[in-house]
């Protein structure tokens, strides 16, 4: 098991920056794929950015490429998520996810078997 909990959620300012953690427990968390993920009010959970084991190879949805940036601590068991000049539309909830062991990064929300309870963030104009 792999237990996983986010920090640094809450409000900005559009086109200021937040720095999402996530930090995790329980197993050797270098043998996980990570990512991020997202839902807002009255939407389905959608998936933002992935990293591989080594922290290597990144994938990011369309909406955040080129603002976003995910990065991971193998170190000290923990990934993040640089949010520069976000948008009102990137006001959701924000959910750390684990893959399964060894597995590759991915962007379908059935390969991820661990989350966490999730941290709010909220853009603002």
């Known amino acids: 098991q792999v237990q996983l909990v986010e920090s640094g959620g809450g409000w900005v300012q559009a086109g200021g920056s937040l720095r999402l953690s996530c930090g995790a427990s329980?197993?050797?968390?270098?043998?996980?794929?990570m990512g991020w993920w997202r839902q807002a009010p009255g939407k389905e959970r959608e998936f933002v950015a992935s990293i591989s084991r080594g922290g290597s190879i990144t994938s990011y949805a369309n909406s955040v490429k080129g603002r976003f940036a995910i990065s991971r601590d193998n170190a000290v068991n923990t990934m993040y998520l640089q949010m520069n000049s976000p948008k009102p539309e990137d006001t959701a909830v924000y959910y750390c996810a684990g893959g399964r062991e060894l597995a590759n990064p991915s962007s379908r929300i059935s390969d991820y078997a661990y989350w966490g309870q999730g941290t709010q963030v909220t853009v603002s104009l």
């Open positions: 329980g197993r050797t968390f270098s043998m996980y794929p």
